[in-house]
């Protein structure tokens, strides 16, 4: 019989991967505590895991999103692979929820680029015409981050410095986080 922690763990990770996936919430720690305030629960509450939540997402589109999710993850795996295609002097990879498959409605293409400089991607970009905005790197390594936006579809080019293509960040839950190039991505979209 499951203990009472263990029941309310598990609505928190309900609660919180319906906000993900409905409101379109990124920050998983933002949408555990917001999943708490819903429950009237009391801020020391044990929370779920990242993983547990990730588990929770998957389930939770594969019953009420399915369709829609699954033709989204598609789009925007298409939508990376010309991204990366385009900016393959820069060893694109792609990463977070295009990749793991937890992409949803909301949901924006994460791509790594290794440029000596962020200004090297800028002037790339000009001379091809795509615009861009600058926005607040999410870690200390990322020497900056642009936003390229493409039909229906947002990405965020993540530029590190070229030793760091070694080096790979950690995701939530402190393990190197996954990442593809091109030709994995192409696989991914071909069997599905």
Known sequence: MPRPT??????????????IAEDGITDYALAKRKALRQL???EGTPLPTDDELGEALRAWQAVFQDDEQRD????????????MDILQEFRPYLTGSVLDGTAGRFAEIDLQ??????????IFLLNRG???VHDTPRNDRAEAVLVVESDDAVANLVIYPPLD???APKGRNGQPRERARIGAVQKLLATG
Do not use: T
């Open 6 to 19: 263990d029941r309310i763990r598990a609505a928190l990770c309900d609660a919180a991967a319906r906000l």
């Open 40 to 42: 009237n629960l009391p």
């Open 72 to 83: 989204r993850i598609a789009h925007l795996r298409r939508k990376a692979i010309e991204l």
């Open 113 to 122: 680029l290794f440029a000596d400089s962020a200004k090297e991607v800028e």
């Open 130 to 132: 795509i615009p861009y």
């Open 165 to 167: 293509e070694r080096i």
